[in-house]
Structure formats: structure tokens, C-alpha cells
């Protein structure tokens, strides 16, 4: 097989020729192009010679060759020679070509099966995907951001980055800034005094909301929302796709961590899901005095 990078050439062109369109349409074209790239072999005569099942000489090959390249327009020729490396200097073998087909069929199913709904977007460095919370239809993906090692699109990482911003299209918006786990340990022991002591009401859910967002302790104590948000989501992604957790950034990997240490994955996932941050801190606070 002809190394990946012929093939990367290839596939990064029609992903950027994409931006703007779906992932199901980003597949077509890798599939539409492997399907060219199929039926063409390079000839040592011709450099350019199509493949017909029902042509048994070599002048039938040449000939329907000829009908092919003269169907291309010039920009369209020189930009296929380039991009398989067929030219004067180094005609591309027909191993070569076949393999870079292969390349760009498995990719295009690939796509299909992990980011085909997304839409396709140059994001910048080290983002492979985005989205609006509560906007369904507005998550986005790099698809140069998730290509593999040994085929052009990793399928287990690519399937986590569409899961998590599929999760932010239908995660609420957080209640909260920032919580404090400390604070909101303080409210509920203050708030069973109060029950215990005076038979008072429990406290109003804005009012706990202002005391544990307004009261300031060390980083490690409180939880803002990105922190939140993205914790949820990165819960989502790894119940989907377990290695794609590998992929992520030092920074993320961190949050989930922090997060997570406070409160188990599964009702990290949901308290986030909801966009609940003070029943998070709550949750964590009862935990802690258990």
C-alpha cells in the first residue's frame, strides 16, 4: 500500500473544499473521488489510462484514455497529476492509485459513520469540534482534526468529538457562574441549624445560588462553568468512544479529572447535562458530610 501521506494530500484538500457542508456530503466527494481514482491506472505511454472491464487490447485502454483526459479541463488534469503524483518525472504506479482509492472510500464510510450530521468547519488549533448550547443543528467539526495514525480518519475519536458536541446541543445552560463546594457545605449545615433550631423554611434556591457563588475559596474548591460544562460533555464522549479520551488536551483531561473527583462520572454527566451546577455543588457538599 502507498504511504498515508499520498492519501492525506488527497483527503485535506476536498475536507477544505467541504467547509460549510455536512459530513455525509464530505464523504460523497472522498467516495465520488475514490471512485475516479478507481478506474484510472498510469501507463507508460499515456500517464493517464482508464480501466474498462470490457476493453481487451491495449488500444481500447488508450483510446478511452484519451476520451477521459480530454473530458478534464486543463486546471482539473493538472490538479489530479499533482495530487497522485502523475508526471513527467515520476508517474504514479497503478498500485499507487488503487491505494489512495482505497484510502478515500474507507475514509468517506468513516465520516459517514462518526460526523456525517456535523457540520464541517476549519477550527483553529488543537479544537476539533464546537457547538452552541441548547441550539440543536449548530455543531461543528474539523475534519482534519480527527485523522488517525493508520487510515485517514480515526473512527473512535472522531465518534467522541461528535458525541460531545451533540451533548452541548442539548445541554441547558449552567445556573451558576462558579460554585464553591466549601460554601455550599456552609448553606447546608447553616440551612439544618435553621430547620433543627427555629423550625425554619429551607433556604430559597436563588438565595443558596448567591451564597455559594459570592463566597471566594482556593481553585481547587470551586467549580466554574466551563469547567461544568465541558465535564459533562467529556463524560458523554468517553461513554461513547473510551479511548477517544486519549486525544484530548492536557487541560481537558485535568477538568474531567477535578470535576469527577468530586462527584461520580455518571452524575457528573447529568447534573451537567441539565446545566444544574447548584445541585452539583449540593450533591458534593451532602457527599462530603456523609
Do not use: C, W
Amino acid at each position: 500500500m502507498a504511504p498515508l501521506h499520498e492519501s492525506r494530500q488527497v483527503y485535506k484538500e476536498i475536507a477544505r473544499e467541504s467547509e460549510g457542508q455536512s459530513g455525509h456530503q464530505l464523504a460523497e466527494k472522498l467516495r465520488q473521488r475514490g471512485a475516479q481514482l478507481k478506474t484510472m491506472q498510469s501507463d507508460t505511454s499515456t500517464r493517464l489510462k482508464l480501466v474498462v472491464p470490457e476493453a481487451h487490447s491495449s488500444q481500447e485502454l488508450q483510446d478511452e484514455a484519451g476520451q477521459t483526459v480530454e473530458r478534464m479541463s486543463d486546471a482539473d488534469r493538472l490538479k489530479y497529476m499533482r495530487l497522485v503524483g502523475v508526471d513527467e518525472q515520476a508517474p504514479a504506479s497503478t498500485e499507487k492509485i488503487e491505494a489512495v482509492a482505497d484510502d478515500l472510500t474507507e475514509a468517506a464510510e468513516d465520516i459517514d459513520d462518526t460526523v456525517g450530521d456535523a457540520t464541517m468547519a476549519k477550527l483553529p488549533e488543537g479544537v476539533a469540534g464546537q457547538a452552541n448550547l441548547e441550539r440543536r443543528g449548530s455543531k461543528q467539526v474539523d475534519p482534519l482534526s480527527t485523522q488517525g495514525q493508520d487510515r485517514l480518519v480515526n473512527r473512535e475519536f472522531a465518534t467522541g468529538v461528535n458525541v460531545h458536541e451533540t451533548f452541548h446541543e442539548n445541554q441547558t445552560a449552567p445556573n451558576a457562574n462558579a460554585v464553591s463546594i466549601d460554601a455550599a457545605a456552609q448553606a447546608i449545615e447553616y440551612e439544618r441549624f435553621q430547620a433543627k433550631v427555629f423550625d425554619a423554611s429551607p433556604i430559597p434556591n436563588d438565595e443558596f445560588a448567591n451564597h455559594i457563588e459570592s463566597t471566594s475559596q482556593t481553585s481547587d474548591d470551586v467549580v466554574d462553568a466551563h469547567e461544568f460544562i465541558e465535564a459533562g460533555a467529556i463524560a458523554a464522549q468517553i461513554d461513547a468512544a473510551p479511548q477517544s479520551f486519549d486525544g484530548l488536551s492536557s487541560e481537558y483531561k485535568t477538568l474531567y479529572s477535578k470535576v469527577t473527583g468530586m462527584l461520580d462520572h455518571n452524575q457528573v454527566r447529568d447534573f451537567s447535562k441539565e446545566g444544574d451546577m447548584v445541585g452539583f455543588a449540593q450533591a458534593v457538599a451532602e457527599k462530603r458530610a456523609a
